[in-house]
């Protein structure tokens, strides 16, 4: 009996295992899951470097993994007295390749031949808000295509230094890997596991196609 047991453990084992390792292809809408995380879903608006609307819906939508993850960010940056400010999550293909049509310079539109982490819906771009909801000074706007934008960067005032160093160790401490080209891009680890996507923004469900 007890040869038995072992002999179908044996046989479970690699079988939950491959569980384990299958990465959740489902894209979650983050205010399904928290209404206090700021959305500012900025290529929803014409308040972005193209001047247009190019997002059919202001919505953050994520690989369900990573959204888990920036949802334990966000309690323990509201633990603190901060919120997070979302301005991009998942992006589709299509609007990427159609970013680089507008823009085709790689020093501010990335190739999307490979297809970026965004497009994976591994990838965000945040930053800090008090709890009133006050964006907190950063080193520059989002999408500010200039030095400031870099980490590091030594024209930074004091609180500005401060504030992205805390949304760095927030992010850091829930497996999100800062871009030192951008202090408000942050990658999830195993981005890598999920594949590009053009999912269409507006359509609900959240399914991969
Ligand atoms: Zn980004």
Redesign the pocket.
Known sequence: MKHAFFVLLLLLLPFRESIAREPDMMLADLADYDSSIILDIRYATTNNFTGKKVYPAARCLLRRDVAMRLLKVQEKLRAKGYRLIVF?CYRPLSVQKHFRALLPDERYVADPANGLR?NRGA?V?VSLADSTGRPLEMPSGYDDFSEKATRGWSGSSTAARRNSELLDTAMEEEGFEPFSA?WW?FDAAGWELYPVSDFPLEKTGGCEE
Do not use: K, S
Request: hydrophobic share 15%; net charge negative.
């Open positions: 991009d965004h990838a771009d951008e891009h």
